[in-house]
């Protein structure tokens, strides 16, 4: 291993507190040393959260989109995918199966449709935490300021609003009509209101480099996010990006696992992106900081309709999604599943708060 990786190396595990270069160099690993970096987060992991694996049923209730973004499935103008919307009663009802099969945390996601007002959003929020108990996380894109309070107002406890690309020139050319400075906006926003915060980024998007793969892990840490979701891009088919090359499965781990080194305590997914790359996807996440799976508890014959990229809803090894196989195939691992809501403590973004 050379000298100035091991120092950093070492550095961010003492300090959790890294300049970018010290990043990018972490960044830069390979073989042995890539090795010892996914070892040091998985050891960090441990020692902050314990071999707690949290599990967050994910519903995705319509995959209609008003956004455009040059890398989405559901983006507005691919015309070849078929669309749906939930009605607020078979929400309500997914939730409910998901309760009952032991999920404390319900994660309501969607394309941006505003045919959803933030009234209805609001009285549904309002009976899954009455009737079910349970912490409710939302991910619906973009909404005005009002909407955001009166979701959480209703009781929504968390929201996740990846920041996608730190690079602001990329955001704007993969986002059309939207900026980077606006998506921060809301972030902050979203803060202010008392959620506990989710943002992150995809990895191997074009025009990345490693260094802005380090300003997306620098502003994670800035954001002292509660939840970072960290996945490869995959491009699909019907999109500008078709002909694009997918995110690494190995990079990607090295981000996760840099993310892990500097923010100690924030939630990670073993995103399903990771294990649509690769069969040992979401354990070799489980094992470079992450501690969190989202197992998918839409409704079957909406589920392969929510396309953001291909094989996004084969994940293999995951043909069910009941709660008994993750406690099985997380205690394999030696990890334990929780029952409880998993909130996270707040402020916990970084090691120092
Ligand atoms: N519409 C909301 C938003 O954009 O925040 C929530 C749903 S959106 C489909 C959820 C996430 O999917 C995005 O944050 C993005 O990172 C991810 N995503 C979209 N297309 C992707 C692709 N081709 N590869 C990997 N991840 C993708
Ligand atoms: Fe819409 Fe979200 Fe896909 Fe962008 S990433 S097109 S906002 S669903």
């Given at each position: ?66 956004n ?10 691919n ?38 007002s ?24 973009d ?91 995959i ?44 069969p ?49 195939e ?24």
């Open positions: 291993m050379r000298p100035a990786f091991a120092a950093a190396l070492a550095k961010g595990v003492r300090t959790h507190m890294l300049s970018r270069e010290e990043v990018a160099l972490l960044l830069r690993a390979e073989g042995e040393e890539a090795a010892a970096l996914l070892r040091a987060a998985d050891r960090v992991r441990a020692g902050y959260l314990g071999e707690k694996v949290h599990l967050r049923a994910i519903i995705e209730f319509s995959n209609y989109c008003g455009n973004c040059l890398y989405c499935g559901l983006r507005r103008d015309r070849l995918l078929f669309r749906y919307r939930m009605s607020l009663d078979e929400i309500l009802a997914a939730a409910r199966q998901a309760r009952t099969a032991g999920y404390r945390t319900i994660v309501l996601q969607a394309g941006e449709d505003p045919a959803y933030a009234g209805e959003l609001a009285r549904l929020i309002r009976r899954m935490k009455d009737e079910l108990d349970v912490a409710v996380t939302l991910s619906l894109g909404r005005s300021r009002s909407d955001y309070r009166r979701l959480r107002e209703a009781g929504a406890d968390r929201y996740l609003l990846k920041h996608e690309t730190a690079d602001p020139v990329l955001f704007a050319r993969l986002r059309p009509g939207t900026t980077l400075e606006k998506r921060l906006e809301r972030l902050r926003w979203l803060q202010e209101l008392g959620y506990q915060v989710g943002a992150g980024n995809m990895v191997g998007l074009p025009g990345q480099t490693i260094e802005t793969l380090a300003d997306d892990i620098l502003l994670l840490q800035e954001l002292r996010v509660e939840m970072a979701g960290i996945g490869p891009f491009p699909h088919p019907d999109t500008p990006l078709a002909g694009a090359p997918a995110g690494s499965l190995e990079m990607t781990l090295k981000v996760l696992a840099v993310t892990r080194i500097l923010l100690p305590y924030t939630f990670l997914p073993a995103t399903t992106a990771v294990a649509t790359l690769a040992d996807g979401r354990q070799r996440a489980l094992q470079a900081g992450a501690n969190v799976v989202m197992p998918d508890l839409t409704p079957p014959p909406y589920r392969r309709h929510y396309a953001l990229y291909p094989g996004r809803n084969r994940p293999v090894g995951e043909g069910t999604a009941s709660f008994a196989w993750w406690v099985q997380m205690a394999r691992m030696g990890r334990e599943v929780t029952a409880d809501y998993g909130h996270i403590p707040r402020g916990s973004g970084s090691a120092h708060g």
